[in-house]
């Protein structure tokens, strides 16, 4: 089947703009987490969603971060007056249950001039 | 704090055997799991242990001592396609707050 698909895969936008960044999860699954991955470093965790809550989101940076999930199933991540430390990629993971792996999407490069 | 240590860059030789160690210090501890991550991609699982011991996956191992906060990655009979990030993972609660560590850049030689 499908895997996790992230829209758009690269995004620049400028300073102060506002910019969502998709994801669609494995179709069933409950669990979905954002991430963001800087050059040479491992994925800081953002935010875990069970079904349409966030059940976890003491990983995002500040309130100019926000991500939904109103349906349980795609989610979307909200940078409101984007700075350039934003720049990084954007990875979305969902699993069947939150004992089971995580399934990573292509992730969405985002650069912030 | 959350801590992962893993070293950040290995070489090893086609057909040999490499071990990737990973020490943590965390708040919690629900799993550890191991990721491959090659350049540009996503990372994708390879292991998961979260009682003490040896889990084996064909030329893949993971090892996890709880006590002493340890975990390793036996990669054997290396190929090429190997040559790949390998990110250790720990899953701080049920469900939530993954933890990764920095990543080990394994390069593959012929």
């Known amino acids: 089947g499908a895997g996790v698909s992230q829209t758009p895969s690269n995004k620049v936008t400028e300073k102060g703009k506002y910019v969502e960044l998709r994801c669609d999860p494995i179709?069933?699954?409950?669990?979905l987490y954002w991430y963001r991955q800087s050059l040479g470093q491992g994925p800081e965790f953002l935010i875990y969603?069970?079904?349409?809550?966030?059940?976890?989101d003491s990983g995002l940076p500040n309130d100019r971060f926000f991500a939904v999930r109103p349906e349980g199933s795609v989610s979307t991540l909200k940078i409101q007056r984007t700075e350039r430390g934003d720049s990084a990629v954007y990875l979305c993971?969902?699993?069947?249950?939150?004992?089971?792996?995580?399934?990573f999407g292509p992730g969405t490069r985002l650069t912030v001039l | 704090g959350q801590n992962i240590d893993q070293p950040t860059e290995m070489t090893a030789t086609e057909g040999a055997i490499v071990q990737i160690n990973c020490t943590y210090q965390?708040?919690?501890?629900?799993?550890l799991f191991w990721y491959q991550q090659h350049a540009g991609e996503a990372p994708t699982f390879l292991s998961y242990?979260?009682?003490?011991g040896l889990e084996e996956k064909g030329r893949f191992s993971s090892f996890l001592s709880r006590s002493k906060g340890y975990s390793y990655l036996l990669l054997k009979e290396l190929q090429m396609k190997d040559s790949a990030s390998y990110l250790c993972?720990?899953?701080?609660?049920?469900?939530?707050?993954?933890?990764f560590g920095p990543g080990t850049r394994l390069s593959v030689l012929p």
């Open positions: 993971a969902s699993s069947s249950d939150p004992y089971n792996e995580q399934f």
């Open positions: 179709s069933g699954h409950t669990a």
């Open positions: 969603f069970q079904g349409t809550g966030a059940a976890d």
């Open positions: 965390t708040s919690g501890f629900n799993g």
């Open positions: 242990n979260v009682l003490d």
């Open positions: 993972a720990v899953r701080v609660l049920y469900g939530q707050n993954f933890v």
